[in-house]
């Protein structure tokens, strides 16, 4: 997409034509997964369309004569949205950050020039080259919103349709890079496998309807149980992947226990009554092993938690309790 063509910026939609976004505690029918983007990409959309009018009004001076009417750029509202934009992707905003701040720097650029432009006088000849960078730079940020929105649209594509949540594919990258801060920086980081105890019986007794709305309840509850920067990761029927950085795989294991009470007191509402689920958990610290190596480690204590029982978490035979 090219910064040209972005330079109109697009017709709100009407109020009526936006759907709402599902609660997630309260989705029986998904809606469609299109239809989620768009919502999450709002903040993005929203920052280019006032960065777009902006630029607009600015090219339409069209010469140098009316540099003193150069209008501010309105940078508190943009990075307001793109703020908003890195909050919905949560854990997921690591690739977004250097595309996020490369646009500030843009930004503050471009504020600067506007500032310029708006205290010249009359055809000042050296209003002439900032209008030139104005212009140059004007359609390179243009083109940042259009990366931006690609780089966001790709990674929410890769979310889980039923519980909103990242895949394999994002985890392998998210436990590339918190592997690469353990190795550099020395710091720790926990990884854990979880799965739903008797999730088979559920969807046998109760229909596969009632197992998705299971597996969006739990999705929900650990989202919220855990620190923004915590991953969460579906990572296949009902097994989920976290990943905890800054915590040891003890630590994560306390964190995993707390988690466990907490999803264990809040029943999931059903047509015809109310379920307590319960799910077993294996941890193992992420370190110069290879990554699939922590992931064995991780589901042989898993392994070990259903065997002796389920509803529980256990340490990886790898780490040292």
Partial sequence: ??????LSPSPAPETASVARLPDPLDRWDD?????????????????????????????QLGTYGNAGTMPALPR?????QLDRALDVAGADAVGLLALRDTQRQRLAELGAAAQTLAMAHGADPA????????????????????????????????????????????????????????????????????DLD????????HGHHTGDRVLAVFAATLRAGLRPYDGVYRYGGEEFVLVLPDATAAQAARILDRLRQRVAAVPVQIPDGALHIQFSAGVAA?????IAQTLRCADAALYDAKARGRDQVRLGPCVAA
Avoid at 34 to 59: F, K, M, N, S, V
């Fill in 1 to 6: 997409m090219s910064a040209i063509a972005l």
């Fill in 31 to 59: 809606a469609p997964a299109e239809e989620g983007l768009q919502l999450d990409a709002a903040p993005l959309r929203l920052a280019r369309q006032i960065y777009a009018t902006w630029l607009q009004h600015a090219l």
């Fill in 76 to 80: 508190v509202a943009i990075d307001h």
């Fill in 127 to 194: 209003a002439a080259p900032v209008w030139d960078r104005l212009i140059e730079l004007g359609l390179q940020t243009l083109q940042g919103f259009a990366d931006l929105e690609i780089v966001f649209a790709a990674q929410r594509a890769a979310h889980d349709a039923l519980t909103g949540l990242p895949g394999r594919a994002a985890l392998q990258q998210r436990l590339q890079a918190e592997q690469s801060r353990v190795l550099r920086q020395g710091r720790q980081c926990a990884v854990a496998l979880l």
């Fill in 198 to 205: 008797h999730f088979k019986r559920i969807n046998d007794r």
């Fill in 286 to 290: 992420l370190g110069e092993r290879a």
